[in-house]
T-cell receptor, first 115, second 112 residues
Framework: AQSVTQPDIHITVSEGASLELRCNYS??????LFWYVQSPGQGLQLLLK??????LVQGIKGFEAEFKRSQSSFNLRKPSVHWSDAAEYFC?????????????FGEGTQLTVNP | NAGVTQTPKFQVLKTGQSMTLQCAQD?????MYWYRQDPGMGLRLIYY???????DKGEVPNGYNVSRLNKREFSLRLESAAPSQTSVYFC???????????FGQGTRLTVV
């Protein structure tokens, strides 16, 4: 069975600082991997996804993530955080046999941005 | 471009009442999903439908039923609501050559 671990429940960074959110997954084959962002009271917005090819993936809003098979990780990064990035971030893994659309989620990381 | 539409957005039920959450997608996706979101637990899969006419249990199916009415619509029914079903419910869809899931805006359900 697939699983996802987001080790950090809550992270606080200063505006303009760099950000890295951690995600580790467990899956028997090459997974489909996703990062979603959720603002308060809102639905989930897809930031980026990996399913093959280049292991460094660019997403929306200036985010990127790197798939590291040897570490079973898919960490999300942003070089300079903006106050509007404050939200909850979810890492998810999907299986190829479901086109990656049946997802297992991590518990989420809440990001606070200090002015 | 509607994407995935859920109704209602908010609902308060009394224990024992029933209700149906509606979901429709206009992206011609084969697969549809119902998740619930609870604090500190991420999203958990309740039921899913890999294609029209099929449904399968997910991680937390107890107390729920689903209907895949047609390719566009996938409803979730609570027959006898319990306080433990207080949650935010998300519908999602996906398929084919674009891996991933597209989510609706959610239904916030409170059972008192």
């Amino acid at each position: 069975a697939q699983s996802v671990t987001q080790p950090d429940i809550h992270i606080t960074v200063s505006e303009g600082a760099s950000l890295e959110l951690r995600c580790n997954y467990s899956y028997g084959a090459t997974p489909y991997l996703f990062w979603y962002v959720q603002s308060p009271g809102q639905g989930l917005q897809l930031l980026l996804k990996y399913f093959s090819g280049d292991t460094l993936v660019q997403g929306i809003k200036g985010f990127e993530a790197e798939f590291k098979r040897s570490q079973s990780s898919f960490n999300l990064r942003k070089p300079s955080v903006h106050w509007s990035d404050a939200a909850e971030y979810f890492c998810a893994v999907g299986a190829k046999e479901t086109s990656g659309s049946r997802l297992t989620f991590g518990e989420g990381t809440q990001l606070t941005v200090n002015p | 471009n509607a994407g995935v539409t859920q109704t209602p957005k908010f609902q308060v039920l009394k224990t024992g009442q029933s209700m149906t959450l509606q979901c429709a997608q206009d992206m011609n996706h084969n697969s549809m999903y119902w998740y619930r979101q609870d604090p500190g637990m991420g999203l958990r899969l309740i039921y899913y439908s890999a294609s029209e006419g099929t449904t399968d249990k997910g991680e937390v199916p107890n107390g729920y039923n689903v209907s895949r009415l047609n390719k566009r619509e996938f409803s979730l029914r609570l027959e006898s609501a319990a306080p433990s079903q207080t949650s935010v419910y998300f519908c999602a869809s996906g398929s084919g050559p674009t891996p991933g899931a597209f989510f609706g805006q959610g239904t916030r359900l409170t059972v008192v």
